[in-house]
């Protein structure tokens, strides 16, 4: 099962901030907390991932609470393009275990 | 990026028949890899994991029997569907871990199948 809770839906105008909030309560320290996305009828893609720190790529930003048991993906300027089900997702950052994917949060940015 | 195929992308067929799913890395070398599959409006669930030159490892309630795995080199999985039924309809989706530490997957675009 997941380990993590999320929104079911959220709605984004398009040019604002899109920010997708996570709960994972139960992350263990050695876990890392992992975004994907995937766009309708695509395969998930990688967006970022991070331990305890924020973290900010040319995608997104991560913030990541001080307790580690909650988490909030922030697209800084959301295209139409960004219109995808955001999955948050728990894990070793070595070892062989799986992306394990809950039912993720459905984006959807209007013009 | 690391880039991984699947192919086909589509694919229809009758009940009764099987159908082979091919999944490769084209730029890395994976010594793991992971087939999920996904109904319309729900998430991935994991199926099996495979690892180059073994036996795949099945999740509880998918048929191995039913969903043959083979993962014969370190570019290539296959997955067949033995003897489609209607309910085997699906997106299939593989993904592909790398040989270094790192535990990043990096996902096929999918293959969806239809069985009539």
């Known amino acids: 099962d997941a380990k993590t809770t999320q929104p079911p839906s959220m709605d984004c105008a398009e040019g604002r901030a899109a920010n997708l909030p996570c709960n994972h309560s139960?992350?263990?320290?050695?876990?890392?907390v992992y975004w994907y996305r995937q766009i309708h009828s695509q395969g998930p893609q990688y967006i970022i991932h991070?331990?305890?720190n924020n973290e900010t790529n040319e995608m997104a930003s991560l913030i990541i609470t001080e307790d580690r048991k909650s988490s909030t993906l922030i697209l800084p300027h959301a295209t139409l393009r960004d219109t995808a089900v955001y999955y948050c997702?728990?894990?070793?950052?070595?070892?062989?275990?799986?992306?394990?994917f809950g039912k993720g949060t459905r984006l959807s940015v209007i013009a | 990026g690391a880039v991984v195929s699947q192919h086909p992308s589509r694919v229809i067929c009758k009940s009764g028949t099987s159908v082979k799913i091919e999944c490769r890395s084209l730029?890395?070398?994976?010594?793991?890899m992971f087939w999920y599959r996904q109904f319309p409006k729900k998430s991935l669930m994991l199926m099996a994991t495979?690892?180059?030159?073994?036996?795949?490892?099945?999740e509880q309630g998918v048929e191995k029997d039913k969903f043959l795995i083979n993962h014969a080199s370190l570019t290539l999985s296959t997955l067949t569907v033995t003897s489609a039924h209607p309910e085997d309809s699906s997106f299939y989706i593989c993904?592909?871990?790398?040989?270094?530490?790192?535990?990043?997957?990096?996902f096929g675009p999918g293959t969806r199948l239809t069985v009539l």
């Open positions: 993904s592909a871990r790398g040989t270094s530490g790192f535990n990043e997957q990096f």
């Open positions: 139960t992350i263990s320290g050695n876990e890392y």
């Open positions: 991070g331990l305890k």
């Open positions: 997702i728990v894990r070793l950052y070595s070892g062989n275990t799986p992306l394990v």
């Open positions: 730029d890395f070398q994976a010594t793991t």
């Open positions: 495979s690892n180059e030159g073994s036996k795949a490892t099945y």
